[in-house]
């Protein structure tokens, strides 16, 4: 139908559709998801072992072992070596959401006082130790590097 002016009217653009996928081999997903979907994947795998700590969970007059799970908001394993009167020594290991390590030196341990030594590895409180200072253990610096690498990959160039 021409406008006023003679002019004839533009015509409708036809929507163009992708070519239909059927079948089982056929995916809607772009490379740029699977490439997000592939990091998700790996990175809930490497995560896994983090939020799962173990440690030995016991209290005793001696070294005892007893390892267990720790719940999920613990990050440290805690070892207490406590001296007590007309008991001895009290060795207390647990999992603990925070933990500050206090030293005494060999001998000069009072009554009711003591030692707390932390670690973050799995099992880490098996032994006792006089100085055991906490640290970070090198697999969760590599992981935490590779996560913020691999999340500014994916930022700085999304067509991967």
Same mark, same amino acid.
């Given at each position: =139908?021409? *406008?006023?002016?003679? $002019? ?7 929507? +163009? ?11 809607? =997903?772009?490379?740029? =998801?699977?490439? /997000?979907? *592939?990091?998700?994947? !790996? *990175?809930? =795998?490497?995560?896994?072992? #983090? $939020? ?23 990050? &440290? ?10 008991r ?20 000069? /341990?009072? @009554?009711?006082?003591?030692? +707390? ?14 100085a ?5 253990? &090198?697999?969760?610096?590599?992981? @935490?590097?590779? $996560?913020?690498?691999?999340? *500014? #990959?994916? !930022?700085?160039?999304p067509?991967?």
């Amino acid at each position: =139908m021409p *406008l006023a002016g003679g $002019l004839p009217t533009p015509a409708q653009p036809v929507p +163009i559709r992708p070519p239909q996928c059927r079948g089982p081999h056929c995916s809607p =997903m772009t490379p740029e =998801m699977r490439t /997000v979907l *592939l990091l998700l994947a !790996i *990175l809930a =795998m490497a995560t896994e072992p #983090a $939020l799962a700590l173990r440690c030995h969970v016991c209290t005793n007059s001696s070294n005892c072992k007893q390892p267990q799970v720790c719940p999920a908001g613990s990050r &440290f394993c805690k070892t207490t070596n406590t001296v007590e009167p007309l008991r001895g020594n009290l060795v207390k290991k647990d999992c603990a959401e925070s933990c500050t390590p206090s030293y005494t030196l060999q001998g000069q /341990v009072s @009554s009711g006082t003591g030692s +707390i030594q932390c670690c973050q590895e799995d099992l880490c409180n098996e032994k006792l130790h006089n100085a055991a200072p906490t640290r970070t253990t &090198f697999a969760h610096s590599a992981l @935490s590097l590779g $996560l913020a690498l691999g999340l *500014l #990959a994916l !930022i700085l160039a999304p067509s991967l």
